[in-house]
């Protein structure tokens, strides 16, 4: 019962760095995000997919690539890392776009210095 | 960006009692969820609600979507230490996006 399964649990980085945070799901679902959350704030999307080969923005999506080559991954990348996403990540699918259960993978923590 | 206003951000209770806590926003959502985050872990996924006026129950816990469509309820009932953790509701607009807008939490700890 693996889930959403999200690597690594924790990373630092030094301010330009790139890296790309991993999501894989073994659900079938064709609908997966990434959200940040931090202090005092809701979780936040930063970019969504419906479909392999379908990607849009959320509402933080600047400094952040995504892209969905297969309905199981959906990796998150860090173009040059600033302080400012410093945050704890969170990959989250669910059966379909038109699907209400949205399930959520552990979270990765990342600090970048 | 849009947040929902979720209450109360905190609370102390003593273990077997009930507790209520809520979310409204001004946007109109054809869906709630509740969710359940314990520290360094994901939310957990508690209860799912659908149409307006729907009661939903999982165990001691039960939600509520409301009316107006604007809000929504969530209560536990005869609490336990476990059920220590951060609850959050989270929304769906009706406009065709696929976007979930997430409350800040209630904090709930419990004291035996």
């Known amino acids: 019962n693996a889930g959403v399964t999200q690597t690594p649990k924790f990373q630092v980085l030094k301010t330009g760095q790139s890296m790309t945070l991993q999501c894989a799901q073994d659900?079938?679902?064709?609908?997966m995000s990434w959200y940040r959350q931090d202090p005092g704030m809701g979780l936040r999307l930063i970019h969504y997919s419906v479909g392999a080969g379908i990607t849009d923005q959320g509402e933080v999506p600047n400094g952040y690539n995504v892209s969905r080559s297969t309905t199981e991954d959906f990796p998150l990348r860090l173009l040059s890392a600033a302080p400012s996403q410093t945050s704890v990540y969170f990959c989250a699918s669910s059966r379909t776009q038109n699907t209400g259960e949205l399930f959520f993978g552990e979270g990765s923590r990342l600090t970048v210095l | 960006g849009q947040q929902l206003n979720q209450s109360p951000q905190s609370m102390f209770i003593q273990e077997g009692e009930d507790v209520s806590m809520n979310c409204t926003s001004s946007?109109?959502?054809?869906?709630w969820l509740w969710y359940k985050q314990e520290p360094g872990e994901g939310p957990v996924l508690l209860i799912a609600l659908y149409k307006a006026g729907e009661l939903t129950s999982n165990g001691r816990l039960t939600a509520q979507f409301g009316i107006t469509r604007k809000d929504s309820f969530l209560n536990i009932s005869a609490s336990i230490p476990s059920d220590v953790g951060i609850y959050f509701c989270a929304g769906r607009v009706t406009s065709g996006t696929y976007k979930y807008i997430f409350g800040t939490g209630t904090r709930l700890k419990v004291l035996a």
């Open positions: 946007s109109i959502f054809n869906t």
């Open positions: 659900m079938n679902h064709e609908y």
